[in-house]
């Protein structure tokens, strides 16, 4: 069985950075990829980035180009979101997901429903 494990959130102000991590443990943990996806209260779960393992290829949600940046450490099983300039709006709980499917299209990756495990969550809180 394997388990993601969110750390990293926390409060800052706005303007301000946080990195967070998500751990993975389990036997055999060979995703295809991992993403990060947030959701703020009384709104849908939004894709934020994702990142392949074959090539590190990514993508970003729009509003957070430039701003942050998903990373992966295959031989520690993490997988890393750098969030700079953060900014009130990206208030929310975040949440890190790992996938199974393998699919040539990084895009494909930005649908939740493409994800199998997810972690419990994170809470980021940006004042303003």
């Known amino acids: 069985q394997v388990q993601l494990v969110e750390s990293g959130g926390g409060l800052v102000q706005a303007g301000g950075s946080l990195r967070l991590s998500c751990a993975a443990s389990?036997?055999?943990?060979?995703?295809?990829?991992m993403g990060w996806f947030r959701q703020a209260p009384g709104q849908e779960r939004e894709f934020v980035a994702a990142?392949?393992?074959?090539?590190?290829?990514?993508v970003y949600a729009d509003s957070v180009k430039g701003r942050f940046t998903i990373s992966r450490d295959n031989a520690k099983n993490m997988v890393n979101l750098q969030m700079n300039s953060l900014k009130p709006e990206d208030t929310a709980v975040y949440y890190c997901?790992?996938?199974?499917?393998?699919?040539?299209?990084?895009?494909?990756?930005?649908?939740?429903?493409?994800?199998?495990?997810w972690g419990q969550g994170t809470q980021v809180t940006v004042s303003s």
């Open positions: 990142i392949r393992k074959v090539g590190d290829s990514t």
């Open positions: 389990g036997r055999t943990f060979s995703p295809a990829a």
């Open positions: 997901a790992a996938s199974k499917i393998y699919s040539n299209n990084i895009y494909n990756y930005q649908s939740h429903r493409g994800y199998d495990t």
